[in-house]
């Protein structure tokens, strides 16, 4: 019997499975372009046909409406598009420093899930349990509806030295901006890069004599002696904002609105207990035998935990970790429910100004996206830099 | 002759056919609610006086009883109505998209929701205008010293663009904390969140009554900031939809104006010699064919929920909880701008 030749790789015949891959993934990407297409093309047939006005040109309109609270000033009569600006900062402003605590919170929960103490072990677990099982805009509710009822009203407020606490918000002193503050900025560059320095150069000096030197402590020390001086060249400028109590509300100063602290308190608290158990699954897949190798090299446990376990824990740790962050990220959406104007809470009211909806909805979509993209490749490239290079 | 010939005509015959089987001009609203047996309108998800369902899931309103008035003229009873509760961020895309045949939410008409969402505005139900509502505590007596303070709103109405023309005109920098929900806006503004609440002052009556702890430490504060004419909306391109909805109002208040109640509708019906009486009730002349409905298509209506004066007292006036004048709301020839088209 003839022997059966098999087909040449890049035989250009159906027998070929590279071929035959390519024809199929072909097919697919056209049967999504052409559903997308029809998805699209239908309903801009159809807005068209019931005289929906569409299209994107309403976002060099005024606005015409204020924004409760921003970081920097907002007038109506500015573009809808900067309206959506504001939004976007304020989403990033909560995502930012929620991902920050939440993970510092979350790491020191996880930890202390293995510690020797019984009674830190059992409160963690009850941390993890409780936030972990109630959904998060009940926590949200919660939280704002206890900042409400409980802090006192605006002319009545709680005074904590120049802070102020009530329902209005935390009020807290601003310095006020000069040439000082701008000084110690470009004091802060070169100190961060001879801080940087100094840690690279004590590091390799341990690495290679076991010489051990302050790598922490002392960096940091340079940085703050930099800016330090810069501030002081700069004329030592030692004016505050201080708030005051006006007629109802407390006036000057800075303000965090109790919607604000209401999204970050509820966001931080649920994500880390999820991140406390992210990092507890991580460090439970190192193995057993390098905790028991570092206390037999005399590490305490402190620098077991920090110098062995941890890093090795992280490969597990950042895929998660990764959605945890994308989690807290599209959960700050639920702002809108206590009056946080997010990107959320901005497309909705210029949804029902314009009355473009599939538009506006499109551009929250859009935000979120890049946001969460964005956030993924980071990690991404941490991930690939914290992974154990096999040998 | 030829067989294409044949072919030819044998299509154009078969064409014909089908438009001369098509009826003449029938909305598609009309016909769809025709073969449903019942109106769907959208209402308020619980504004007292205006759209509220109370425990047992009865609804009432003034918006409410529109919709049954409607029912009643369309369909011959006012029962067969679907209600369907929307927030201020649904109810534009409930209409549009077909949800709901009319959308009876204390609407406020302006330029944009009537020119660029496909939809019309009909007859304008209540007239009203924006206002503020602050505790007795804050000693604050009007409008103009809310300078720099928080005031709560609700997301998606015209309040917010209200309140920030208002703020830019008279310098006064008011910082708005907006909620998705009304709940929680009034929530916000009844624990000592905000300073003030804003709304339409039917609404901030409403409010007033309905959930504060103690009405009297809140008052209404006396500017109006905006006009908003109230009323219910239709889709575009159903004009036969768009006047039935637009003639059954008109015919509810003409009703007012000529004295014909929900008592003696019946009594008039068979009685009355006046001839406008007798246009409105359909003994004279049947306006109702005209609009593709029966001949008792008003009187049905006035039985099922008087004139609009009763409407009015019934749900928003001086009598009943919210406590309203009529004010602006009253007929033409008494000083008020309820001007109804002759229903002839």
Redesign the interface.
């Known amino acids: 019997m003839k022997p059966q030749i098999p087909p040449k790789k890049n035989n250009w015949s159906w027998r070929s499975q590279a071929f035959r891959g390519l024809i199929y993934q072909l097919v697919a990407m056209v049967v999504i372009a052409g559903v997308v297409w029809f998805l699209a093309h239908n309903t801009l047939v159809n807005m068209r046909v019931r005289g929906i006005q569409s299209g994107f040109d309403f976002l060099s309109q005024a606005a015409g409406f204020d924004i409760g609270e921003s970081l920097y000033p907002f007038d109506s009569g500015e573009s809808y598009w900067r309206a959506f600006l504001v939004g976007v900062t304020n989403t990033l402003r909560v995502a930012v420093l929620g991902i920050i605590l939440a993970t510092i919170l979350g790491t020191l929960i996880g930890v202390g899930r293995f510690s020797r103490n019984a009674l830190v072990r059992g409160l963690c677990l009850s941390y993890v349990e409780f936030f972990r099982n109630i959904p998060v805009l009940l926590q949200l509710l919660m939280w704002y509806v206890i900042l409400t009822e409980v802090l006192p009203i605006s002319s009545e407020a709680w005074a904590v030295g120049p802070f102020f606490l009530s329902k209005g918000g935390l009020n807290f002193p601003i310095p006020v901006w000069s040439t000082g503050q701008l000084w110690a900025a470009y004091g802060l560059l070169p100190g961060l890069l001879l801080g940087w320095a100094y840690r690279r150069w004590a590091v390799r000096r341990f690495e290679a004599t076991g010489q051990p030197g302050s790598m922490v402590l002392l960096p940091a020390l340079i940085v703050l002696l930099a800016s330090v001086l810069g501030w002081a060249l700069g004329g030592a400028p030692t004016e505050f904002n201080r708030p005051v109590k006006g007629d109802f509300a407390i006036e000057n100063g800075g303000a965090l609105t109790p919607e604000f602290l209401a999204v970050l308190m509820g966001l931080t608290l649920y994500t880390a207990s999820f991140i406390a158990e992210v990092v507890r699954g991580g460090i439970a897949s190192v193995a057993r035998g390098q905790a028991e190798a570092a206390s037999a090299l005399g590490l305490n446990r402190n620098q077991e935990m920090r110098l062995v376990m941890l890093p090795q824990a992280l490969r597990v740790i950042i895929p998660p970790l990764t959605n945890q962050y994308l989690n807290l990220t599209k959960n700050s959406s639920l702002a809108v429910a206590i009056g946080y104007p997010d990107v959320v809470s901005i497309a909705n009211t210029a949804l029902n100004q314009t009355g473009r909806a599939v538009e506006c909805i499109s551009l929250v979509m859009l935000v979120y996206l890049i946001t969460s993209l964005g956030t993924s490749l980071l990690m991404n490239w941490y991930n690939s830099r914290a992974a154990i290079k096999e040998r | 002759m030829r067989i294409s010939n044949l072919k030819n005509v044998a299509i154009v015959a078969a064409v014909l056919g089908t438009l001369a089987a098509m009826p003449a001009h029938a909305g598609k609203t009309l016909d769809g609610i025709k073969a449903r047996g019942q109106v769907v309108c959208g209402v308020n998800t619980g504004l007292a006086g205006f759209g509220a369902a109370d425990s047992n899931g009865k609804w009432t309103g003034l918006d409410v009883d529109i919709c049954r008035a409607v029912a009643a003229s369309t369909l011959g009873d006012a029962e067969k109505v679907k209600y369907v509760p929307l927030n201020?961020?649904q109810r534009?895309?409930a209409l549009?998209s077909g949800e709901v045949d009319i959308l009876s939410r204390n609407t406020t008409f302006t330029l944009?929701?009537d020119a660029?969402?496909?939809l019309n505005a009909t007859v304008t139900t209540y007239y009203d205008g924006q206002g503020f509502m602050v505790p007795v505590k804050?000693k604050?007596k009007s409008a103009k010293q809310l300078k720099?303070?928080?005031v709560?709103v609700q997301?998606?109405?015209t309040t917010?663009?209200n309140?920030?023309?208002y703020?830019?005109a008279n310098g006064l920098n008011?910082?708005?904390?907006?909620?998705?929900?009304l709940e929680?806006?009034e929530n916000?503004y009844f624990?000592?969140?905000c300073?003030a609440y804003t709304t339409d002052a039917s609404g901030l009556a409403s409010t007033r009554n309905k959930v504060a702890k103690v009405p009297a430490d809140h008052i209404i504060l006396p500017e109006l900031i905006s006009k908003e004419p109230l009323g219910p909306m239709v889709?575009?391109?159903d004009d036969e939809w768009f006047a039935i909805v637009k003639w059954t109002i008109y015919g509810l208040i003409e009703a007012e104006e000529y004295g014909i109640t929900q008592a003696n509708v019946d009594k008039l019906k068979t009685e009355s010699k006046d001839p406008v009486a007798t246009r409105i009730l359909g003994t004279s002349e049947d306006t109702g064919k005209l609009l593709g409905l029966s001949k008792d298509w008003m009187a049905n209506a006035i039985k099922a929920t008087g004139n609009y004066g009763e409407i009015f007292e019934r749900n928003v006036g001086p009598k009943s909880a919210l406590g309203l004048p009529r004010g602006v709301n009253n007929q033409w020839n008494k000083g008020g701008l309820m001007y109804a088209y002759p229903v002839r």
């Open positions: 201020a961020q534009f895309t549009q944009t929701r660029s969402l496909g804050s604050i720099g303070q928080t709560c997301s998606g109405t917010e663009k309140l920030t023309d703020s830019k008011i910082k708005p904390v907006v909620f998705e929900k929680a806006a916000a624990t000592g969140r300073i889709r575009r391109g």
